[in-house]
C-alpha cells in the first residue's frame, strides 16, 4: 500500500513503502531519505519561513497628519522601529497593518496545527528540524515587536540598574528616566520592575551603554529569546529522547516550529523563552538524580519570574514524598536552604523591603482579565442579586482557593501512587501545575503557557493529551489580546 502524501504537492505525490527504510549505504541516496514525512516537514517548514518572510519585509506608513487610535499608533511605532534592518518591499497603512499581521499569526497556525497533527506518527531527522528551527528564529528575529511593549519594559527596567544607578524596584521609568530613548515605546511607565532579580541582573547587562538605541536593546533582548528557544528546544529533544527516542524529533518540531514560540519568544523576545530553559535543566538534572541542583535551577526560575514559583512548590513537595520517611527532615532543611538562600542572594543588591515586592504583588490591580474569574465574579453578583461583587483582593482569594484545592488533591492521589518514578510523570505533574496556575491567575497572557507547552512536550507521548490542552487554552487565551 503506497504511502500518502497530504501536505502539498511536492514531485511525485506517492512514495512507495520501501523508501522509508534508510538503508546504510556508502553513498547520499537522496530518493531514500525524502521519505514522505521529511517532505512534509520541508514542505510545511517552507510554508512557515515564506509567512515570517512576507511579515519581514512588510512595514507601516503613516500619513502627514494622519489620526491614528493609540493602539495603532504604539504598533506603528514599533514596525518603524526596525526600517533601517531590512529592506521593506511593501509599505502600507497601520489599520491594514494590524490585520496583515494577525493574519499572518493564524497562517502560522493553521500550517503548524496540520503539520504536527499529520506528523505525529513519524519518525523525523532531527537536523532537518534543526535547520528549520534556525531559519524560522532568524526570521522572526528580523521582525519587529509590534503585538507586545514588553521587551522595551525589559531594557527600560535594565537602564534604571545599568545605566542610572537607580532601583528598578523603587524608581519607575517616569520618575527615574524621562528622558530616555525609550520612553516612546514603553506602555507602563509608572511601575517599577515586575520581574524577578535574576532577570533584573541580566536586564541590566543587556541594556549597558548610555547611547544604546532602542533598535540595538531589542535586538539584543531578541537574539537572547532566539538562544534560549535553541537551548529549550534541545533540552525537549534530550528529555523525550531518554525514553523515546523514536518522538524526540516531532517533540522538538511541535516546541521549536510552534507559532506562540515564534512570535511570543522570538519577534517580540519576552522572557518566557529563557524561564523554560532554567525549568528545563531542572528536569534534567532531576533525571540525572541531582536533586538539590534541580531544585536551584527551579528557584532561579522563579527569581526571573515568580510566575514558576507553583512549580517550585510541587517539585519540593514530590521529591519530599519520594524521600523515606526517617530522611525527610534533613532533606527538608536542605531544600528549604536552598530556597531561603538563593533568594537572599538575588535580592541583595535591589532590596528595598516589602516595597521591593509590590510591583509583583500589586498586579492584579492592573486589571482582570481572566475570562474564568470574570465569569465567576459575574454569577456571584447575579446570585446575590448585585450585592457581592468581587474586588480584586478577593478575585485573587478565589484564584488562590481554587488552585490551593485542586493542587492538594493532585498531591494527595501522587501519594497513594506506587509506580516507580520516572522524569516523565515529573514534568507532567510540573506542566499541569503551572497550567492550572496559570488558567486561574487573574492576569492571563497568551505567552505565559510558553513554559507549560514546553514542559508538556517533554513528558512524552504518553502524556501528550497534556500538550493538546495547553496548546487548546494557547489558542483561546488569544482573546486577552482585545480586552
Known sequence: MPARFDFGSVGSA???????????????????????????????????????????????????????RPSLHQMAVNANLFRGMLPHVLAISVGYYAVFAW?????????YLRLIWQL?????????????ALTLGILAVTIPPVFSTDVFSYAMFGRLASVYH??????????????????????????SSPYGPIWTMISAAISVGRNATPFVLTLRFKLLSLAAVMVDGWLVYVLVRMRWPHH???????????????????????????????????????????????????????????????????????????????????????????V??????????YWAGLRGLMSTIDEPSRGINNPILVAIGFVIKLLTLGHLQLGTAATVGVS?????????????????????????????????????FLLLWPRLHTWYFLVPLGLSLSAGPPRRWIFWAVLAVTLLSYNTYFW
Not at 42 to 65: F, K, P, Y
Not at 341 to 349: K, Y
Open 14 to 68: 506517492e512514495l512507495p513503502i520501501a523508501d522509508h527504510v534508510l538503508v546504510a549505504t556508502d553513498e547520499f541516496d537522496a530518493r531514500s531519505y525524502w521519505t514522505a514525512d521529511q517532505r512534509t516537514v520541508a514542505v510545511g517548514g517552507g510554508i512557515l519561513v515564506a509567512i515570517l518572510a512576507i511579515l519581514t519585509i512588510t512595514t507601516v506608513h503613516i500619513g502627514a497628519g494622519e489620526v491614528i
Open 103 to 111: 493574519s499572518c499569526v493564524i497562517a502560522l497556525w493553521l500550517v
Open 120 to 132: 505525529r506518527a513519524g519518525d523525523l531527522d532531527h537536523r532537518l528540524v534543526l535547520a528549520g
Open 166 to 191: 537607580l532601583n528598578p524596584y523603587v524608581a519607575t521609568p517616569q520618575s527615574g528616566a524621562p528622558g530616555d530613548g525609550l520612553m516612546p515605546y514603553l506602555y507602563w511607565r509608572d511601575i
Open 248 to 338: 524526540a524529533s516531532w517533540a522538538y518540531l511541535a516546541f521549536a516550529w510552534n507559532p506562540m514560540v515564534l512570535v511570543e519568544g522570538v519577534v517580540i523576545g519576552h522572557n518566557d523563552t529563557l524561564i523554560l530553559t532554567v525549568v528545563l535543566l531542572g528536569a534534567y538534572l532531576l533525571a540525572r538524580t541531582r536533586s538539590q541542583l534541580a531544585i536551584v535551577a527551579l528557584t532561579a526560575s522563579g527569581l526571573l519570574k515568580y510566575s514558576t514559583v507553583p512549580v517550585l512548590g510541587v517539585a519540593g513537595l514530590r521529591m519530599l514524598l519520594r524521600t523515606p520517611v526517617p530522611k525527610r527532615l534533613s532533606q527538608l532543611l536542605r531544600l528549604g536552604l536552598i
Open 340 to 349: 531561603v538562600v538563593l533568594p537572599v542572594i538575588a535580592f541583595a543588591p
Open 400 to 436: 488562590v482557593a481554587l488552585f490551593g484545592a485542586w493542587q492538594l488533591r493532585e498531591l494527595w492521589l501522587a501519594s497513594r501512587r506506587t509506580e516507580p518514578w520516572a522524569i516523565d510523570s515529573e514534568l507532567a505533574a510540573w506542566s499541569l501545575t503551572l497550567a492550572v
